[in-house]
């Protein structure tokens, strides 16, 4: 093979298929993808470091495993991005922040100790607003993301540089974070699949202070279900050193007609008719495939998670800025300024019942899923109320950050397993993500679903970047 726009449109289980057939070594490969990257990045400004020296003695180690046929399996020699906000020793982990402008991870986090042991190409760091606390793409250490598919558009927060990354082909696979939509929301304004796991799922350690107690998940990205599962298999399982990762439940069994509930709205709040449209179209097909589809209500209550989100991220902030006290005010951006005052000026109390009212929360969605009439074993929604908007703009047209996002962020304060998945595009041809949502554990249900749709629609080519 020759030539860099041979290898960019092929995903990592269709390269790792070329290495092992000797056609291009790991060194080649990675110099096919800097150079794209290299074309591609001063337009995104999808990338806040990239490691080429590690990368080039990484693939050079992949290439010599190559030829002595030692591959370590299937992920060895792919390129993979890590977001900004997470560990890999050695590097910046800045965290979209001014407050972190010269910090260096001193080990890995558990998701990088996988990928490097698999043989994957770690090229850099993707950027993330600051905090990971924002549905775009923006900073003040890093400027503004933009979408491959228009770069008026942004590719969403807070993983938008990883979406960028991947969207664009600069690498076919990368690792995100997934507290509110993180990962799903990207990923569906980039024609992606991006999963947010099982609380525990992927196991987790040496990083950043949580925002949101166990909100975030590691969020992988990938453009097609089997690179997702290719990733899932070395990113997912229990880790001794995350006692949360031992108490998951088995696998659930994958059924032949599984009982689909599907929504568009929640109250009086809604996705746009182009993506409800999406949503009915893939249900519809469903239904076509065997599975038994029912209308069905969010089985939870919108008003109260809203609440005790902006409790929860505002102690978050107010924890890591108080590690700055000298600086913050200065360094940090108005928005997540505001949310250290308000913070700040909680009491103790307020977080505890904040606490309480969570715990309670999470009780009621289980109940409300197991109830006789509401018996599903996966719901599908949107995955964000409307598509990708201007980059500068804080929400779409008539939205704010909070309805953009409302389909994504009770899964996170759940728990629960999500995936979002390409949909039918708006008519004017911006991508809209699909959202498979299952009971705590269920992540091969959701992937088992999202499979089911890839194999009876044909998903978008990738977006190539002007």
């Excluded at 020296?53 to 060895?76: C, M, S, W």
């Excluded at 108490?247 to 746009?272: F, M, N, S, V, Y």
Aim: proline share 9%.
């Amino acid at each position: 093979m020759s030539g860099m726009s041979e290898t960019w449109r092929l995903d990592a289980t269709a390269l790792s298929d070329v290495l092992a057939a000797g056609e291009v070594t790991p060194a080649a490969l990675l110099e096919r993808c800097l150079e794209r990257l290299d074309a591609l990045e001063p337009k995104l400004n999808a990338f806040t470091h990239v490691d080429r020296d590690g990368a080039r003695q990484a693939a050079r180690e992949a290439t010599a495993r190559q030829a002595a046929g030692a591959r370590r399996g299937k992920l060895d020699g792919i390129p993979i991005s890590v977001k900004d906000n997470l560990f890999v020793a050695g590097l910046p982990a800045r965290w979209g922040s001014l407050l972190f402008r010269d910090h260096v991870a001193a080990q890995d986090d558990l998701c990088v100790e996988r990928l490097r042991a698999a043989g994957a190409i770690i090229v850099g760091k993707t950027t993330t607003p600051e905090f990971a606390m924002m549905g775009r793409t923006e900073s003040r250490l890093s400027g503004v993301t933009r979408n491959p598919w228009n770069l008026a558009l942004t590719p969403g927060g807070s993983s938008g540089g990883a979406a960028a990354s991947v969207a664009a082909g600069i690498t076919p696979l990368a690792i995100g974070t997934d507290a509110g939509g993180s990962t799903r929301m990207p990923a569906s304004y980039t024609g992606l699949v991006g999963l947010r796991p099982s609380n525990g799922r992927i196991a987790r350690r040496f990083g950043f202070p949580p925002m949101a107690i166990d909100f975030q998940a590691i969020g992988p990205f990938a453009r097609t279900m089997r690179d997702m599962a290719l990733l899932y298999g070395v990113l997912a399982g229990p880790d001794p050193r995350d006692p949360a990762s031992w108490h998951l439940p088995p696998d659930p069994p994958i059924k032949q007609r599984p009982r689909i509930g599907w929504l568009t709205a929640i109250g009086d709040e809604g996705a746009t008719p182009e993506v409800a449209a999406s949503v009915a179209a893939a249900v519809g097909l469903l239904g076509r495939l065997g599975c038994e589809v029912v209308p069905a209500k969010a089985p939870f209550d919108l008003g109260l998670l809203r609440s005790l989100w902006g409790t929860l991220t505002a102690v978050g902030a107010a924890r890591v800025a108080a590690r700055f006290p000298e600086r913050w005010q200065a360094d940090a951006t108005p928005m997540i300024r505001a949310a250290v005052e308000r913070g700040m000026a909680l009491p103790a109390t307020a977080y505890v019942d904040a606490m309480d009212a969570l715990a309670a929360w999470r009780a009621d969605v289980t109940a409300a899923w197991r109830a006789p009439d509401a018996a599903w074993d996966a719901l599908v929604m949107p995955t964000a109320a409307a598509p990708a908007w201007l980059a500068e703009e804080e929400a779409p047209p008539g939205l704010t950050a909070a309805g953009q996002g409302m389909f994504c962020g009770w899964v996170n304060a759940a728990g629960l397993p999500g995936i979002s998945i390409p949909g039918a595009p708006h008519p004017d041809g911006r991508p809209i993500g699909v959202q498979i949502v299952a009971p705590f554990g269920g992540d091969t249900v959701v992937m088992d679903i999202a499979r089911r749709i890839e194999a009876a629609e044909r998903w978008p080519e990738l977006a190539s970047t002007p």
